[in-house]
Each structure stands twice: as structure tokens, then as C-alpha cells.
């Protein structure tokens, strides 16, 4: 019932920039949490950094502080992730997520109910 979908992915050199979006649809769309992850081939799928949906309280992954900020969109139900000083190790699937109960922290995946598909970013060197 609820969908999840990212767009904006793309190439980007070292140090460029880059916004990523996700939609969410349903009518009955209300999570107390929404987040970013992400994951290179071979490797485990990483927090990237969260937003509380009602506080907008938001929360980053260390690597990736004072370069990447998380944030509701103007259109409803949107959120965003905004990427600057991209580095090749950025290269990942980034994936967006919402989650609706108490959760297990909003760095855990077991916090999430719902996931788009991903969409790719890819930095080049």
C-alpha cells in the first residue's frame, strides 16, 4: 500500500554535488521516522542519517557530517538528501526508508517498514 521511490541519482566527479529525492505514496502515509541508507556492492547496507517526521530532529552517520544534510521536502510526503564534497567512497545504492512504531534506534534497519528501490550514485575520482 505504501511506495517509496528515489530518484536523482547520477555520476559525479570528487567533490562535486549532488540532491537525491524520495516519494512517498498512500494515503494513509504517516511515519514518525524517515532515512537514508546505503550500500556498495560487497558490502553491508549502511545509515546514512535520519529526520524525526513531526520534530524534523535529524541525524547523520559521522562520516558524512557537515556534507550531507537530510531534510523534508516542499512537496508532501517528499524527503530529501542533500550531498556535497562527494568522495568515490560515496559511490553506493542509496536507499530511502520510513518507519512508523517505536523502532530499534534510528540507525537500525529493524526500525524501517517501508524501502524504494534505490537509486544509484556513482563519484568519480
Known amino acids: 500500500q505504501v511506495q517509496l521511490v528515489e530518484s536523482g541519482g547520477g555520476l559525479v566527479q570528487a567533490g562535486g554535488s549532488l540532491t537525491v529525492s524520495c516519494t512517498a505514496s498512500g494515503r494513509t502515509f504517516s511515519p514518525y521516522r524517515m532515512a537514508w541508507f546505503r550500500q556498495a556492492p560487497g558490502k553491508e547496507r549502511d545509515f546514512v542519517g535520519a529526520?524525526?517526521?513531526?520534530?524534523?530532529?535529524?541525524y547523520y552517520k559521522d562520516d558524512v557530517k557537515g556534507r550531507f544534510t537530510i531534510s523534508r521536502g516542499n512537496a508532501k510526503n517528499t524527503l530529501l538528501l542533500q550531498m556535497n564534497s562527494l568522495k568515490p567512497e560515496d559511490t553506493a545504492v542509496y536507499y530511502c526508508a520510513a518507519g512508523q512504531g517505536p523502532g530499534s534506534g534510528l540507525n537500525s534497519p529493524r526500525s524501517y517498514n517501508y524501502w524504494g528501490q534505490g537509486t544509484q550514485v556513482t563519484v568519480s575520482s
Open positions: 529526520i524525526t517526521w513531526s520534530t524534523t530532529n535529524t
